[in-house]
């Protein structure tokens, strides 16, 4: 069956397009008779009122167009959640697109976002697409960027940002492993390209250093992937000693390092121990493995990105200050 | 910054809106000279056409709107990934809903999907809806069942779907299980409300009866979510005698029973043997589980279904007869 248009119930309830939009919109300009045969040509003909044409007519849809790097990643699938239970009862839908942790396709998403005329965008940054979020933001969209900042430029600090304190974090974690004895320590790090790669190899240098170390014994360099994990593992295998002690910084990396540790029969902690930023579920069916890890809240991160959304979508809260949440964690233990 | 509307350009051009359109749509019916103009307008005013403007006239968007019933389990954001893999090389952008397996929200999310014009629906539906669902597909909206079927309802193989064999799997496990000569089995059931909890239930009621059992020695209805699984165990243990081995019918339920299982001290498979549909990726922690499971293949179902879509979004193919894809499984085992 198509669907009846506008003008098809105006032209059976012989009444202007005019009167027909005045009806939905609950105008008190129409006499109670023509909102009568309007209502009946609506019902007669199934006619629904096209959201596009709603919100054609306000320049705006209530949609959140939400760029997150991996949906895989229940990381960023919990703080999406938190988003959609905040702001889905205020009638806003979420819309979701991955990047995949590249740039090129991030920055094609920005433009679709830009040209659907979302009401708002949340962005969890692949990096080297700064210009183009400043641009969107200056533009009048509402933009809170989620979990990684911009890359250091001019003005990067004048978005809103729900993010971690990722290099004090990081410090934490190394400087618990330093405390325990260990002294070969392996880093598994995240990208340099988005910030919170860069933040929380700051901590693990600043914790080493101010130890009296100059360098990790191993490091490498990953990208957030579980396969980085494990490629990390075998690289710190090749060089003849594996370390003590591993920090991997992020939750999937550090299943991989775990599932190559594992493979390679090697026992946690005794032979090697752990340190992650970000829990690993499946590191609670590991036997005492003494795995520490910053507890992250990536629903309560995404409940606080919704109630910004809500403040920043508001006329009155539009250009108020950026506002920065950063949540603080503590190091909790699988025993 | 205020965006600049076609009047706007149009005024500064000095041509009419209509002239304006002509240039964006590429018409021949343009000179030069105006075209010029109007381009020199566009850049001056910063003007970007609207994407709803541009889809009002078509009465159609270039989204597919996707409901899920968890965007928090890997495995609807795998086939959700392969899905946009797939449509995302055509123009498509996904909108991803979550239902949280809850009837009415999932009600809701139709109902938006079909206000939003969207070109096309996929749905993995958390029962309930189906007189809803048959009356988008009736009205020329195609849609795409993955996962789950509808309730047996009359009509409801009038759909596309992209699925499991959901029965033929679960007997294998189960089956799998009594050969390894386990009879006190616990089985962890999924929702009766949706096809998948259903069709794997009679799996494994069909493989227990043949082997001479009338009912498992264990039963505990679960929700497909880890609370699930860890109650069901729960639930197992109170009885007094926790069965010797246990099928459990979703991946993030056999997380749940695998954590209370360790928790409680119990080996794997020494004390309860374990037989997942759907894989555990932290199962390969686990030394020697010995633990069966059915490979699913998300990211394949995602790319079929995608490709599926994308044929019926084309004239062509739209009223062409349903198309039903059944993914075959096999058992394979972590050792």
Avoid at 183 to 202: F, I, K, Q
Avoid at 257 to 280: K, M, N, T
Wanted: proline share 3%; aromatic share 6%; hydrophobic share 40%.
């Amino acid at each position: 069956m198509l669907k009846a248009t506008i003008k098809e119930v105006a032209a059976e309830a012989e009444v202007s397009t005019a009167t027909v939009s005045r009806v939905l919109n609950n105008s008190l300009k129409v006499s109670i008779e023509a909102r009568q045969r309007v209502s009946a040509a609506i019902a007669k003909l199934n006619y629904e009122p096209s959201a596009i044409a709603r919100s054609l007519k306000q320049d705006r849809t209530f949609m959140i167009g939400i760029i997150v790097p991996d949906i895989t990643n229940s990381y960023f699938m919990e703080i999406s959640k938190g988003i959609e239970d905040t702001v889905g009862q205020s009638g806003f839908q979420l819309m979701f697109c991955s990047s995949d942790e590249n740039t090129d396709k991030e920055g094609r998403l920005l433009q679709l976002l830009n040209e659907k005329r979302v009401a708002a965008v949340v962005i969890a940054t692949a990096g080297g697409n700064g210009d183009k979020i400043m641009s969107m933001s200056r533009s009048g969209l509402p933009v809170v960027l989620i979990d990684r900042s911009l890359d250091g430029q001019d003005g990067s600090n004048q978005l809103d940002l729900v993010a971690e304190d990722n290099k004090a974090s990081a410090y934490m974690l190394t400087r618990r492993l330093l405390q325990d004895g260990h002294s070969a320590l392996g880093v598994v790090n995240g990208p340099s390209c988005v910030s919170t790669g860069r933040e929380r190899y700051e901590g693990v240098l600043q914790a080493i250093r101010e130890w009296g170390i100059d360098e990790p014994s191993h490091l490498y360099n990953g990208d957030f992937s579980v396969e980085g994990g494990i490629r990390a593992v075998r690289q710190f295998g090749q060089t003849g000693s594996m370390p003590t002690a591993i920090v991997s910084l992020n939750n999937r990396m550090t299943f991989g390092v775990l599932l190559e540790l594992i493979r390679r029969g090697l026992h946690i902690p005794s032979d090697v121990a752990i340190a992650s930023f970000g829990e690993v579920e499946s590191g609670q069916l590991l036997k005492n493995p003494k795995l520490y890890y910053i507890d992250q809240q990536p629903y309560d991160m995404g409940k606080r990105t919704g109630e910004l959304l809500l403040s920043r979508m508001s006329k009155e809260k539009r250009s108020a200050d950026p506002h920065v949440e950063i949540f603080h964690h503590q190091i909790k233990c699988i025993l």
